[in-house]
Each structure stands twice: as C-alpha cells, then as structure tokens.
C-alpha cells in the first residue's frame, strides 16, 4: 500500500530531522517534555508526505519489546507472580526485584522496565508519555499535513488515535489515574495545573478514543504485510476499549463504585466486533507428527501469518521481539541443552490450576490448601487426580506450556530426549544454581518442539489474542451477574482444547472457575500480573501475589519416583527424611506492588510545581 511505502522510505532521514526536534526541547517536568508549536522543522516534515507517514512511524518507537526483553533475558511481570520463579543472586535484577524496590530507577526494574537500557534507563512514565507527546503532534498536524491521498490521512489519524490510548492504558494499568494530556503544550508551559485525573476519567477518554477510531471506514482491522505487524488496528483498540472498562469495574481501580454493567457491554461488543470481522480461533492442527491433536501448543509456538487470509486469524497484536530458538533454550532452558539459565520456572501453584482431561479441578478453587506454606493442597471433590502420577491426564495445555519429569524436547542432535528433573538428575532440581530449576519444571511454552540448541526457529510472542475477550466479557458477565452468559463465553476456549466447558452452580463458583481458565488459558503472557492486581482493593495484600511458593522435588526410588512438595528454597535431606534450608522469600506481594511508583525525582519535581503529591502509596 502507499501508506506502507511511506512507513519505510527514508526513515533514517526522517528520525535525524524528527528525533533532533524532539530532544531539543525540555521544561521543568522532564518527562512530560513539552514541543513548541510551528518550529520549522515540523512545517517541512507536515509538508512532505513521506516524512508525515514517517513522523507517524517514530510514534512507535519506544513501544517496549516485553517477552523476554526486560533485564538480562527474563520477564518480570511473569516472575511477579504467584505462576512463575526465577532464581538469581540477590544484587541482579530480579534478585532485587524479589528482595523489594524503592522508588528510583536504578533500583527498581519495575520503574525501569521493557527493555530500557541503552535508552538512559527510562523509566515507563518517562517513555509513554513521550509517545503521547509525539501522538499528540501527529494528531494536531495530521488535517493540514501532506499526505499521499485522503484515505491515508484518515487512516494515520485514526491509528494515532489508537497509539495514544494504548499508550495511556499502559500508564493506568501500572500507576493508576494520570494526568490526560491531549493537545500540544506550549514551551512556556509551567505544569502548573497537571493533576492526576481518576481512574474513570481516564477509562472514558481512552475507550472514546478506541470508539471513535472504530468508526473510521480506512483503518483497518487487520494488516497483511510483515513489517505492519505492531502498527495498530480496529481489533487492537477493541481490545484496549475492553481491558479498560474490565480495569475500570475491577476492586482496585473503581473507587468503590459499581461499572460491571458497563463492562459488560463494553466488552460484549468489542468480543462480537472482532468476531465479526474475521477473528477466530485456532483449531486446526497442521503438522499433527509434532504437536498430534493440540492445537492451542502449535498455536503457542508458531509465527503469526500475513495475508488476505491469515491461518492465524487469532493473534491480534504481537510483540515486536520475535522469539529466536536459541533466545528461548539460552535464556529459559535446560542445563542438558546448554542454557545460560534456567529462566522462568512454572511453580507447583500453577502446576495445581490445570484441571484433568475429565475436567474435574486438581484442587478445591476456593480454598486450594489448607495451610499457609501450601504444603497441604485441599483436593477437590471427586477429583481424579493421582498424587503419585501427577503429570497424567491433564488439560492439554498444561503440556504446551510446562516441561515436568518425563517430558520430551530435542537436543542439539536433532534427537527427542527424556527431561528428567528429579534430585539428581541432569536437568534436575537444584536450589541456588542458576542453571537449575528451583521449582522442578521449566518453561515450555513459546519452544517449538522441534526447536533445538543452534536452531533459529523464531515464535511470535502474543501480547493480545482473542481469548482474552472472551475471558473479559466472561468475567464482566459474571461480576454483572449474568454468570450463565459467561459459561458459553467460555466454551470455545474449552472446546478447541477438547476439555467439556465448565458448570458452575452459582455466580460465586462460576467466578473461580473463570478466574482459573483465565490463569491457564494466559499463562505465561504478562495478564496474571495485572489480574492479582486489579483483583484486590487498594490498601490489601495480594491474595495471589506469591508470598508463599513451592515446588516439587522429586526422588527417584527404583524405578519409580517419590513426589514432595517443599518451599521454594529448601533442599530435601535422605538422612533426616526432611527439608532443610530457608524458604526464599519475595516482598511483591505487598499493597505497596498494587501500583507501580514513580520514580522518585519525577515525583518531587511535579510536586514541586503542582504543590501536591503525587506518589503512589507505600513508595518512597
């Protein structure tokens, strides 16, 4: 298309003229930089339609990369939660991220987050308040600018429109309400009258935005080329208007008020918009030699696809950090294949949330243990789970994202080989080894099963996908409710992996239920880490936020194997029959984590000028 030539001719011209504008100008408010109106640099950039189209492009430029581009290979909203453990020495990132965070970026990895380094350790506030900066230029210039033809122009406007209200529903998924900036402010701007603005304001403007985006005939639901993959879309803004007004009901951010009617259509329309418009999920397995009848595992660890008709017609948007074979086996892999570390290690707690192929829940959803440390798992009624063959008859996802003792992947040889994580074992637990699994599994999902040490075998990582509106409306429905409605939103997801849908008998059960198909359906995709989150009220511990963890140690005995749960940390002793060592521990569970904090001279400097405080609670 013309507005893809556009995107990629001259670009590195065009960052020199736009990026040589943007840094030059700053206020007292640093991160909320102001860009002076009618500098002639901007008249000659609106004045050309390849460098307008380009100007767009440099809105996406600090996009972050999430998946495994965080620090030093590891993702810390998936090891912030009760689903996953990294092992580290306590002054590396996540060492530090467990041991508690204060509120400067050099220190906290929450603050500083997404890839930053090499971009001055900017923190988040820092950078989706700059891209604002940039949407709002763009959006204030794109009715006189030059453009290759009218439909480009509403097209461009309408998908900065859409980059704007991402952008601001990233700053209020972490910090909570912000100030909405929407026009160009002027150079003399003081930030006086900056406030925060409440959450609900800021849900109204972004789900406006998304809307009125929606309803432009020239943007597009979907783009066919490689190289459009991260620009933004009418299903993304569907899904960001559905985020948003899921957010805006949830105990967290809704001021103790009631929005789940609301939520509920909101997210019933944009689930039915993108059903309407070709989205669909994924169903059919195409090499069934690797992956036999699971669909939802060839999904995870494929690519998305380009084209009028796409074989993927699930993925809604991706991260623009593709997956290599030998970034996922180096940085979340086995001892066995080589890896520099362990990574991502699932826990014993979302090894538990896997129902059994019957559909019949490992443990009681409500109150899954019995004691505090979860050592005493509470089984559920009429359960079919075997303790002492805990990895059988499991959902079928649970073997698309987690590698348990006696699974299978392929070594540098090419050949499929036993992974074995019992004491002892090559790949087996070991607490304090980077290299081994502290929680006796390794993550599976986004490694193809034919991916293997020097292979470049790359995956997509799904930032969203269409079960996460089913799960939104599911939720919304329930919380509305009208829980009966969210047991059919739920089928799909349950049918493509061959599980009989839930039945809850009452909105309480159908509630849990819910909640745990949304923990496994998106396990290891960044969404459990805002939903233990917005799922608490301001002022609480997090329920699920992972203050106690426990991993299965194995002992091979013979021919067969012994199965204990431990703390994370402890080290089983043969001689005392017993586990020795302290628990490791980790501070994110605190109502301090509920919301990220700004860093602390960005604080004091909008305190300064505004004259009120505007740091987050619990951070100093």
Known sequence: SAASDVYKRQKLYTFFLVFSSLYLFSSCLNSLDVIPEGQHSYDEIFANEVTTGAYLNSCYEDIPGFAVQYSWGTNLPIILTDDAWEYTTNTNYVGVAYKGMKSDKWSNKLIADNNNWGKGNRTSWDLFFRNIRRCNLFISRIDNAVVPTEQDRAHWKAEARVLRAYYYWELISRFGGVPIIKDVLPVDYDGADLRRESFKTCADFIISECEEAMKVPEFPWRYEKAGEEIRMTKAIAAMVKSRTALYMASPLFCDGQNYWADAERITKESLDACLANGYELYTEVRNTNLYGDNAFYEYSTSQADYGPSPIDKETIWIAKFQMGGNASIKFNGLPSNGASKSGICPTQELVDAFPMKDGTYVLDLKEPYKDELHLEPNYASGTTYNPQKPYENRDPRFYAIIFYNGSQTMNKNQKMFDIWTYNGAKDGIKMGDIKRTCTGYYMRKYMRPDSYPGSWLKIHWRMMRLPELYLNYAEAAIENGNWKDAV????????????????????????????????????????????????????????????????????????????????????????????????????????????HGLELDEANRLEAVTGVNWQNPGWD
């Open 488 to 595: 059919d939103a739920i089928k799909p997801i349950r049918d493509r992996v061959k599980m009989k849908n839930i039945n809850p008998s009452n909105q309480e059960e159908a509630r849990l239920m819910v909640q745990n198909e949304r923990r496994i359906e998106m396990a290891m995709e960044e969404c459990r880490y805002n939903d233990i989150r917005r799922w608490t009220k301001p002022g609480e511990e997090m329920k699920y936020g992972g203050k106690h963890l426990t991993a299965m140690w194995i002992e091979k005995v013979g021919n067969t194997y012994e199965y204990h749960r431990c703390p994370i940390g402890q080290s089983y002793d043969k001689k005392t029959d017993s586990f020795v060592g302290t628990p490791w521990t980790r501070e994110t569970y605190k109502s301090k984590y509920l919301l």
